[in-house]
T-cell receptor, first 116, second 109 residues
Framework: GAGVSQTPSNKVTEKGKYVELRCDPI?????LYWYRQSLGQGPEFLIY????????DSGLPNDRFFAVRPEGSVSTLKIQRTERGDSAVYLC??????????????FGPGTRLTVL | AQRVTQPEKLLSVFKGAPVELKCNYS??????LFWYVQYSRQRLQLLLR??SRESIKGFTADLNKGETSFHLKKPFAQEEDSAMYYC???????????FGQGTTLQVKP
């Protein structure tokens, strides 16, 4: 079946602009994660949704970053007043749920964000 | 603090040689550990997890709580093993993954 999809695959924007990144999880997966991967680094956790609610947003770097998942499926990561330091690959992952038997995370291809 | 350390950015071996990718972790609890792999132009995917104790593509990893390590091993490397490998730790209550910086494995013919 279809895996996790993310759009756009690439986004180039100017400093100060607003961007939205979309994630379509695997159908039936209740858990959804956003990570950010800077060049030469491993993915860094941003936020986790269980259903519609953000269960853990401790990784969001500041209040310019916000994410929603209004119907418990598609999620949108929103970044206001983008800065050059926001340039990275933004990864989305989904899993059946939480707990050892269900927590394998399946990753999307990522959105490469470049802030000029 | 929860942390995963992969000390080698690059590991280069010849085909048929043994491989060991190092991973050390810091976690105040009972960890769940994973190895993820990213082949060229592909997405990040799970290679193996310590609780399943499986061997995937000839790779194994043993959790050593005394040394807080979860090294990935393969006795005979193949060229198709060339990829970026990430060790990750799962924080138990949310399942969020904490990744190491990654090690590029290069298997030369």
């Amino acid at each position: 079946g279809a895996g996790v999809s993310q759009t756009p695959s690439n986004k180039v924007t100017e400093k100060g602009k607003y961007v939205e990144l979309r994630c379509d999880p695997i159908s039936g997966h209740t858990a959804l994660y956003w990570y950010r991967q800077s060049l030469g680094q491993g993915p860094e956790f941003l936020i986790y949704f269980q259903g519609t609610g953000a269960a853990d947003d401790s990784g969001l770097p500041n209040d310019r970053f916000f994410a929603v998942r209004p119907e418990g499926s598609v999620s949108t990561l929103k970044i206001q007043r983008t800065e050059r330091g926001d340039s990275a690959v933004y990864l989305c992952a989904s899993s059946l749920g939480y707990g050892t038997a269900y927590n394998e995370q399946f990753f999307g291809p990522g959105t490469r964000l470049t802030v000029l | 603090a929860q942390r995963v350390t992969q000390p080698e950015k690059l590991l280069s071996v010849f085909k048929g040689a043994p491989v060991e990718l190092k991973c050390n972790y810091s976690y105040s609890g009972s960890p769940e550990l994973f190895w993820y792999v990213q082949y060229s132009r592909q997405r990040l995917q799970l290679l193996l997890r310590h609780i399943s104790r499986e061997s995937i593509k000839g790779f194994t990893a043993d959790l050593n709580k005394g040394e807080t390590s979860f090294h990935l091993k393969k006795p005979f490397a193949q060229e198709e093993d060339s990829a970026m490998y990430y060790c990750a730790l799962s924080a138990s209550n949310t399942g969020k993954l904490i990744f190491g910086q990654g090690t590029t494995l290069q298997v030369k013919p």
